[in-house]
């Protein structure tokens, strides 16, 4: 393992976890990459040679960030009428939230988009005078027109393309379905954001889809989640405002190369929530790849790395993988290496070493399983397929069980009635409240960390 910082960047560490005996003929390689970002000041961490440093920050400076929050003004926040007076006293917090010398901009979203303030497609800067001029144009905020997420998610780039920071984010709120603009255009937006700010969506009541929200979060590597009573959003908003305020440095990648033969079958973020990276990766020279994982303040993740490696015999090894977690030089030169680890395979003809799961391997596997099968059995229950229903949950409580998982645990209980968790032994109930069921889909890619 090791470690590299910028006087102005976090500090990185990389951790690999695996088995790395594979018996012959073997060739499948998992392991868990743990990633961990500590402090953002000038200790511990050493630059590389030839790097330009910057001038050390100021103690209790935060590099540069630019924040734009996106509230539904569609005409269904008026049901009931709360809902909008919700939304505003949320986003009134979250600009208190900011912190001053922060970039900000409020986008009303129906049809359109609409500059709340500033206005003329620029941000403000956050100050008193600012984050009360701001709170009060929030009075204008009213509910009436459809909903088109993806010209919300444009104007928002826009104004965030426009300012010279390190982090940009979004926050985005909806109360319905995006059914004013076709499913494509969404997708089109979501493709031209990605990579350019990070943003965090939330659905408040339950007359929005949840694949949709999770999709943009997902897209833009933040959070989804579901604020099923509209007076939790004030909380919900202040503590979305204070992560992201919390974040020090963006645009880091895990970077995979691969020796000649080897081949990537998958990379997925497992920790706190999955999200599968795979499809994600952009070339980076001769056999590597970069993997976006968006923005850092002080905070672990992991990741799940599966390489198919070439047929090798007994007492034979090699590397498999050299794991990276770099960070661009936005003046265009060689992007600055922030901490590596090895991914390692060796054949033996111990039958107990080479059929040995590593703890970490096989927990995040179960917890990726049951991300997957909490989506089919809701999908399942949808459809009318019960008996799938009722196995797809079944196995799903069974593995919550199993990992420790106590807060899916609860959230399935609310869809079915447990007989046995243990064998995964359950029944569906009659009757889910809408709100019950949407969280659980919400949510059921949070994962719980390995017990190490």
Known sequence: MANFSKSNV????????????LPEGGREVNAIVTVTSTGGGTTGGVPLSG???PPPRVPGQAPGAAVVI?????????YPPTKMRNARDATAAAIDTLRDGTSFAVVGGTHVAKEVYPGNGRLAVADSRTKAQAKEALRALSAGGGTAIGTWLRLADRLLGAADVNIRHGILLTDGRNEHEAPEDLRAALESC?????????????????????AIASALLGTADIVADPSGLATDFTQMMENAMGKEVADVALRLWT???????????????????????????????DYPTGSWGDESRDYHVCVQVPQAGIGQEMLASRVSLVLPDPAGGAPQTLSQGLVRAVWTEDMVASTSINPQVAHYTGQAELAQVIQQGLDARKSGDFDGATAKLGRAVQLASVSGN???????SKVVDVVDAATGTVRLKAKVADADEMTLETRSTKTVRVKK
């Open 51 to 53: 790097a330009a440093v």
């Open 194 to 214: 990605a990579g350019r700010f990070t943003c965090d969506a939330r659905g408040v009541g339950t007359d929005w889809e949840v694949k949709e929200v999770t």
């Open 406 to 412: 106590e807060d899916t645990a609860k959230l399935l």
């Open 259 to 289: 020796p000649v033969g080897v081949e990537i079958k998958f990379v997925k973020q497992v920790a706190p929530t999955v999200v599968d990276l795979t499809g994600r990766r952009t070339e980076a020279g001769p056999r590597a790849g």
């Open 10 to 21: 976090p500090q990185f560490s990389v951790e690999v976890y695996q088995n790395e005996y």
């Open 70 to 78: 996106m509230v539904d003004c569609s005409g269904s926040m008026d």
